[in-house]
């Protein structure tokens, strides 16, 4: 079993609308959880950023981390073109993190 | 505050040639990371740095790829020789490392694309 797992997607949204990015993973002891964007030949670039449980907002992004069900969530309201990218969640201990295989999303003008 | 700095950005290599990337971490970083992304997949950790001892190389391919982190500041990563399956994406990360030896957030550099043909 993997340590993250993540839907590749593609996933394509018309511009406006919400978007739903989500990760699971196994190590009930990972704490450290972590979204990237990751545009295209670029390096990933850190979203949001959630240590334990809880959600966290930042503007039009929301990140949820549910523990007792290992399931972390992005949330882009409002989504719009710039957003285009592979968004990629990261989750660790602290001391390794894993990642998830990225799922590409395409905002249509 | 300046980011992780990597380079060269683009490298283009026959296959049994060696190659070596360059990783300058944010200042104050104690930990440092290099990664592996081929397309389509998610980055993989080749080996993990806290000041310049190895924490963890389990995944670096070791006959043929090393590492060096001198006076725990800047890094180099080494292929010889290259295979066609090493293109992809070579990242280097770092974090600051918390009171309990503990790293938080990853910050990324722009990646080192290695083809190998």
């Known amino acids: 079993q993997k340590e993250v797992e993540q839907d590749p997607g593609p996933l394509s949204v018309p511009e406006g609308a919400i978007v739903s990015l989500n990760c699971t993973y196994s190590n009930s002891a990972f704490q450290y959880f972590m979204w990237y964007r990751q545009y295209s030949r670029k390096g990933p670039e850190l979203l949001m950023y959630?240590?334990?449980?809880g959600n966290k907002e930042d503007g039009r992004f929301t990140a949820q981390v549910d523990k007792s069900s290992k399931y972390i969530s992005l949330f882009i309201r409002d989504s719009q073109p710039s957003d285009s990218a592979t968004y990629l969640c990261?989750?660790?201990?602290?001391?390794?993190?894993?990642f998830g295989t990225g799922t590409s999303l395409t905002v249509i003008p | 505050e300046a980011g992780v700095a990597q380079s060269p950005r683009y490298k283009i290599i026959e296959k049994r040639q060696s190659v070596a990337f360059w990783c300058n971490p944010i200042s104050g970083h104690a930990t440092l990371y290099w990664y592996q992304q081929i397309l389509g997949q998610g980055p993989k950790l080749l080996i993990q740095f806290q000041n310049n001892g190895v924490v963890d190389d389990s995944q670096l391919p070791k006959d043929r790829f090393s590492a060096e982190r001198l006076k725990g500041v800047d890094s180099t990563l080494k292929i010889q020789p290259a295979k066609l399956e090493d293109s992809a994406v070579y990242l280097c990360?770092?974090?600051?490392?918390?009171?309990?030896?503990?790293?938080?957030?990853?910050?990324f550099g722009s990646g080192t694309q290695l083809s190998v043909l």
């Open positions: 990360a770092s974090s600051f490392e918390l009171s309990q030896g503990i790293g938080e957030k990853l910050f």
């Open positions: 959630t240590y334990s449980s």
């Open positions: 990261a989750i660790g201990d602290g001391n390794q993190f894993y």
